[in-house]
């Protein structure tokens, strides 16, 4: 029977415990979360301002990418198109001597 009457005590204790606690650790729980709010507010510009310049950095480093993609680009048509340069030019001799060879029409008076 003692032991009995023991754990009735040590629950009661235990309730006791928890009843006068549970504003304690109420109070410690609201007061963390407005810190942190007013945290958070505290820093917002902050927070803000570092979005406003990783979007600049990563903007930057877009129109670099499409520079660099549109330099390759323009450097692998020209190194592509360099064997097709006799070809325009032998193109373009046959064109002038075709045109310059044409009769010319005189205008009707």
């Given at each position: 029977m003692e032991v009995v009457g023991a754990?009735?005590?040590i629950g009661l204790l235990l309730a006791l415990l928890v009843i006068v606690a549970a504003p304690f650790v109420l109070a410690l729980v609201v007061l963390a979360t407005v810190l942190r709010i007013f945290l958070?507010?505290?820093f917002l510009p902050f927070r803000v301002l570092g979005w406003?310049?990783?979007f600049g950095f990563a903007a930057v480093?877009?129109?670099v990418k499409a520079l660099v993609l549109a330099l390759a680009v323009a450097l692998l048509l020209a190194v592509g198109l360099v064997p097709l340069v006799p070809i325009a030019l032998l193109a373009g001799v046959i064109y002038?001597?075709?045109h310059f060879a044409r009769p010319r029409a005189?205008?009707?008076a």
């Open positions: 754990l009735v005590g958070a507010l505290l406003g310049i990783g480093g877009l129109l002038l001597v075709v005189v205008p009707a």
